[in-house]
């Protein structure tokens, strides 16, 4: 064990800060090729660029074997009937998995598999643990009022595929239909 390496750091689920990482900001110019309704993400972009959510990821080292783990913080609001989320993605290596553990706030997970399409809908939020298997697309989605903070602990090696989703997006998407979830087909 090297006795130089920092293994502990401190994380503030309220704020979603975590010591030892760079913070990413995403916005809604980031991200907004994810929305169906990109009427109502051009009327918000009218008068704001509202962040989204943030990512602060520690990387204690990248020797097989070792974990990667990061803190994020998905502000609740919606765009049309569709709640805030992640961009989602592959792990560039395909076969790595993730757990994501739920601290504060509603929100699920969309996963889709890359061999079938198949997606499933899982709760994250306070109290939930979610297992992402290899092969999967996942996204976050922000159902609450208040922020949805969480852990994802992966494999150094994960790497983020971002690209495959970007040119065709998740085949589901999660909607507010009169106060409720509600996971649909996407256009
Ligand atoms: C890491 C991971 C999460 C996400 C975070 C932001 O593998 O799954 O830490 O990076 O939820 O989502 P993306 O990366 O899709 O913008
Ligand atoms: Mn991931």
């Known amino acids: 064990m090297n006795p130089e390496k920092i293994l502990t750091q401190h994380y503030n689920p309220e704020t979603g800060d975590l010591t030892g990482g760079a ?10 090729s994810s929305f169906q309704d990109q009427v109502a993400v ?15 990821a520690v ?10 783990y990061g803190l994020g913080i998905l502000y609740p609001g919606m765009v ?7 961009k989602g993605h592959y792990h ?8 994501y553990i739920g601290l504060t706030g509603e929100g699920a997970m969309l996963l889709e598999d890359e061999e079938t399409g198949e997606s499933r809908l899982e709760s994250l939020g306070a109290g939930n643990v979610v297992y992402v ?7 976050t989605m922000n159902t609450g009022n208040t922020p949805l903070t969480y852990f994802g602990i992966y494999p150094s090696n994960a790497g983020h595929d971002y690209g495959a989703l970007a040119e065709r997006n998740f085949r ?10 509600t996971l649909m087909d996407r256009a």
């Open 42 to 56: 051009d009327r918000i972009l009218e008068h704001e660029n509202p962040v989204l959510y943030e990512v602060v």
């Open 133 to 139: 298997p290899g092969h999967t697309a996942h996204r």
């Open 80 to 86: 049309g009937n569709e709640y805030y989320l992640t």
């Open 172 to 181: 589901k998407m999660l909607i507010d239909e009169d106060g409720t979830p």
């Open 59 to 68: 990387e204690p080292g990248d020797t097989p074997g070792d974990l990667h």
């Open 92 to 99: 560039e290596t395909r076969e790595a998995a993730e757990v």
């Open 23 to 32: 913070k990413v900001v995403r916005t809604l110019k980031d991200v907004r």
